[in-house]
Each structure stands twice: as C-alpha cells, then as structure tokens.
C-alpha cells in the first residue's frame, strides 16, 4: 500500500503560479512512476504530467506543457508540480497517483496507476 497526500492547491489569478506536492508514504516511494492528473465535474480525470521512478524522463499533456514541471525527491518521498502562467481552463481537483510499472505510452492512462491521492483544489481566476 501506498498512501499519497496532495497539498497546496488554492485560488490564482491568472498568469499566477502555485506549487503542488504530493507525500508518499507506506511502500518503497522510489520505485513507482508518478502521475499528476486533474478533473472538474462531470467530466473525466486528464492526464497532465508523469515522472519514472529515477526522475530521469518525464511526461506532458500538451496542454500543459512548457509551463507546468513535474519533478522528484526521492529522499523526501514526495512529488512536485509547479504550475506557471496558470489559465481558467487549469482550474480542477489535481491528484497524484503511483504506479509500480510504465509500459510503452501508458503513463496517461488512469488504469496504469494503483494510488491515488485524495485531490487538491487548483482555481484560477480570470
């Protein structure tokens, strides 16, 4: 078992920036790969960022990519995304997730990933 907590989600101006982490703890952090996805309601949960375990290769949805950064710190245990030139269309619950293994183009799929955090509410105001 893997347990992962989000935090600091809040309300942003546009253009603004904010700092997602995600704590792990439980089972070995270092050997899952990490996703960030995000949802509003009524809608399905999107994949925005991943990262493999060493932290060496990293994935963006393209709608996020060149302004949000997925990053690592093994020796914490915890998962970052910092989030830059922030827009509305941003604005959803984001949540972390763990997976033991990526195969091939699987890293934007929910069903590679067997932890999920419970969210973190990400706003942004025009």
């Known amino acids: 078992q893997v347990q992962l907590v989000e935090s600091g989600g809040g309300l942003v101006q546009a253009g603004g920036s904010l700092r997602l982490s995600c704590a792990a703890s439980g089972r070995i952090f270092s050997m899952y790969h990490m996703g960030w996805f995000r949802q509003t309601p009524g809608k399905e949960r999107d994949f925005v960022a991943a990262i493999k375990w060493s932290g060496g290769t990293t994935y963006y949805a393209d709608s996020v990519k060149g302004r949000f950064t997925i990053s690592r710190d093994n020796a914490r245990d915890t998962v970052y995304l910092q989030m830059n030139s922030l827009k509305p269309e941003d604005t959803a619950l984001y949540y972390c997730?763990?997976?033991?293994?990526?195969?091939?183009?699987?890293?934007?799929?929910?069903?590679?990933?067997?932890?999920w955090g419970q969210g973190t509410q990400v706003t942004v105001s025009s």
């Open positions: 997730a763990a997976a033991p293994s990526l195969f091939g183009s699987s890293y934007y799929l929910v069903r590679t990933y067997d932890y």
